[in-house]
């Protein structure tokens, strides 16, 4: 079942074309690992995907209704961003955290429950900005996961995160999908990952150039080359900047 | 002693007051701190000195002139700040300064400063009425209300605005909703410190408690009981010792942050 459908999507900064032209769509529970270079359109394409961003031309439909119609969509959607910014000494606990995102409080079990999802239940009562990069990510999806969302959305989540870190971050992204059933959109530039992770693909560079299996586009080898190489320079342009 | 103090009216009045604006300077004034507006109480206090000018000049009542100058500024600034992209500090110093410029040409106009004045630049608690009191109250509790019933979506807009408007929550409304609950705290606040010291309630205790690393409500808890603390300690040694409340209170609130800044460095808190 079709649960996103993206048709004629265009959109246009001043003397710029961000997304030219994209369609494509998304089944229930399929795990979509989105690549492509740095001004690929990624966080532009997510942006007009969570309501962030309005101008643009074509549609968008959530459950088969026009995100422009109604916000009632994002009920039923976690995003965890990039690299989320917020004040390194706000006074927020990891609990704090994911309440703030708690639309319907209830038994506060459920809080416990999303950090164990997550391999945090230890650290509940400690602050966020004391965590490191990868268990802030960590509690970022168990924020987005308390809603009990159908789809996640991931904006290069484990950029500038430790190894280690990005292992276990990718065992909680297999389980939520595999066991939980929850459908994943995850833009990443690790290569290794999406291979190991993800069963469609869709590769961008303002348009869409492929849009298909895991298999069919690993089995591609100019694509791959192609897509290695803009996630390689990418990564060292990250790592460069930060 | 204390006792003794405590049974006359006025200063009856002047506790029961401090406190509530301690509560509501300590609350409103998180928000503010952690949005990094720690400025932004000083610029709508200093816009309400050209609120003040006006009323004495005028012959309405000051406050309620200065209610009206302080919000329609701020609200105008934070218009002005969004749409052409003009940095916090800037909007403050613009904000500041054209309070400030209003109420001395207007004082000039009318025929130069009066003791009403300087009490409401460097505050006049002892002085506060009954009626005072009342509206203070009531204000404190109107605010209070409406910050518990947003408390979820203030906190989460305040702690990343992004994040908050994906999940549905009205960003910009609520940006605009706490200019508006700091204009009306700092005007309602000036007769406690005066329109100089004002920024020192929104800040100091906020600071203080960010520093002991506790979660949201513990920090919100911690604010407010040193704010408390402060104004009463500040009112109470002020009569004692025949020095000035403003100035006292706010002393006492900077202590207080020396004490737990020297234990942060110790290592006694984390």
Redesign the interface.
């Known amino acids: 079942m079709k649960i996103v459908e993206i048709n004629d999507l265009t959109v246009e900064y001043p003397g710029v074309k961000a997304l030219d032209n994209l369609s494509f769509s998304i089944n229930e529970g399929d795990f979509l690992g989105i690549i492509g270079p740095n001004g690929a359109g990624k966080s532009t394409l997510f942006s007009c995907m969570?309501?962030?961003l309005t101008n643009y031309q074509g549609t968008i439909k959530f459950f088969e209704k026009d995100i422009k119609q109604s916000?009632n969509y994002?009920?039923q959607?976690g995003?965890v961003?990039q690299k989320?910014?917020?004040?390194k000494?706000?006074?927020?606990?990891v609990?704090?955290?994911i309440?703030?995102?708690?639309?319907n409080?209830s038994n506060d079990s459920i809080i416990d429950q999303v950090l164990q999802q997550v391999w945090m239940h230890e650290l509940g009562?400690r602050?966020i900005g004391?965590l490191s990069g990868g268990q802030q990510q960590r509690v970022f999806i168990a924020k987005a996961l308390v809603n009990k969302p159908k789809i996640l959305i991931l904006d290069e989540p484990v950029a500038g995160v430790d190894v280690q870190s990005s292992e276990i971050f990718y065992s909680i992204l297999r389980e939520l999908n595999k066991k939980e059933k929850i459908t994943i959109i995850w833009s990443s530039h690790d290569m290794d990952a999406v291979n190991k992770l993800v069963n469609k693909v869709a590769c961008l560079n303002q348009t869409l150039f492929f849009h298909g299996s895991s298999n069919e586009f690993f089995e591609n080898e100019n694509l791959v080359k192609q897509y290695s190489e803009a996630s390689m320079q990418q990564h060292m342009h990250f790592h460069e900047t930060h | 002693m204390t006792l003794e103090i405590l049974s006359y009216g006025f200063m009856q009045r002047a506790i029961i007051s401090g406190i509530a604006i301690a509560i509501l300077c300590s609350v409103v004034g998180l928000f503010l701190v952690?949005r990094?507006y720690s400025l932004f109480g000083d610029a709508i206090a200093h816009s309400s000195f050209g609120g003040i000018a006006l009323g004495l000049m005028v012959g309405i009542y000051p406050l309620w002139t200065a209610y009206a100058v302080s919000l329609g500024s701020a609200l105008v600034i934070t218009r002005i700040r969004n749409r052409f992209k003009i940095s916090g500090d800037a909007s403050v110093a613009i904000l500041l300064s054209a309070g400030i410029a209003i109420g001395l040409v207007l004082i000039s106009v009318s025929g130069g400063f009066t003791i009403d004045i300087f009490s409401f630049l460097f505050g006049s608690i002892l002085l506060v009425s009954t009626n005072d009191t009342i509206l203070i109250l009531g204000l404190t509790g109107v605010i209070l209300v409406i910050i518990l019933l947003l408390y979820?979506q203030l906190?989460?807009s305040t702690?990343?605005e992004?994040?908050?408007?994906?999940?549905?929550i009205p960003v910009e409304k609520l940006n605009y909703l706490i200019i508006f609950l700091a204009g009306i705290t700092v005007v309602t606040s000036i007769q406690l410190v005066g329109i100089l010291l004002i920024s020192a309630l929104f800040v100091v205790p906020n600071v203080t408690?960010?520093m002991y690393?506790?979660?949201?409500?513990?920090?919100a808890l911690l604010s407010i009981g040193f704010a408390v603390f402060s104004v009463v300690a500040g009112i109470l040694a002020s009569y004692v010792f025949d020095i000035t409340p403003s100035g006292t209170i706010v002393l006492v609130s900077i202590a207080i942050f020396a004490i737990t800044l020297s234990m942060k460095s110790l290592n006694i808190i984390k």
Do not use: C, H
């Open positions: 969570l309501g962030i916000r994002l009920k959607i995003y961003p989320p910014v917020f004040e000494n706000f006074p927020a606990t609990k704090d955290v309440r703030m995102a708690w639309t409080p009562n602050r004391d | 952690l990094r979820r906190v989460y702690f990343n992004e994040q908050a408007k994906v999940s549905g408690a960010i690393g506790r979660g949201f409500k513990q920090t």
